[in-house]
């Protein structure tokens, strides 16, 4: 499939060009839409961004207007060193003067990761209002498996239609994972794929070579957001 790959000599080159092109955006949606909403990933690659972020721009990113989202997240306590939020807290959050309202992080703590998925929902809703929203940047990572958000290969998550978030049986651990669905993730503004790494170069490759995207049985293929989709890459793993 055709992809737009912004190819970097290494992570922080490629960190650095991703947090300039998200400057380029927040600049954007505030102009017109006087707020911008970025839906962040999870795992190991984005934490140098967001510390990144919080170092370059800590003080000069209009905070009071930018709201913090995710589009998955483990089904862990916030302060579980798994936890997507935590790791974000740590890196970004904690680090910059973001008000504490524009932070939206899913309700781990509720008693069952379909109510946790059902709360995150309302909250996008009491957000965002009735219609499914796109925010001004999603954020989404790869696995190795093709995987991508919490959205898995063969999930039932990704012939949802209705829900907007929906928790979901991992393959990996930890397996109670929230994410949102292609309901919203197919509406992003746009759609920054951030991956790295020598291990990530088989599954790009995989995709590259996907003649039928929308019916690919990589997520992170058939996952079609209508916005504008950059793949940005360190040379380890674009090859
Ligand atoms: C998560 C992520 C997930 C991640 C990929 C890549 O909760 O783990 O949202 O989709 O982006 O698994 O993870 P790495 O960056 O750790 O390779």
Known sequence: MKMDEHVYSDLAKLNA???EEIHRVIEDALSKRRKFTIALSGGHTPSQLYALWAEKHGTDTPWDSVHLFWGDERYV???DPQ?????????????VPIPAGNVHPF????????????DYEAELRKFFGDEPPAFDVQLLGLGEEGHTASLFPGSPALNEKQRW???????????????????????????FFLVAGGKKREILQKLRDEQNPESSEYPAASLQPG?????????????
């Open 165 to 191: 978030a929906m928790s979901v049986t991992a393959p990996v651990q930890p397996p109670r994972r929230l994410t949102l669905t292609p309901v919203l993730l197919n509406r992003g503004r746009n759609t």
């Open 83 to 95: 936890s997507n939020y935590r790791m974000a807290r740590e890196s970004l959050i904690s680090r």
């Open 107 to 118: 309700r781990t703590e509720l008693p069952t990761p379909e109510e946790a998925a059902a």
């Open 77 to 79: 306590p916030k302060d």
């Open 227 to 239: 916005g504008r989709i950059i793949w940005y890459l360190d040379k380890a793993a674009a090859g």
């Open 17 to 19: 060009g991703v947090l």
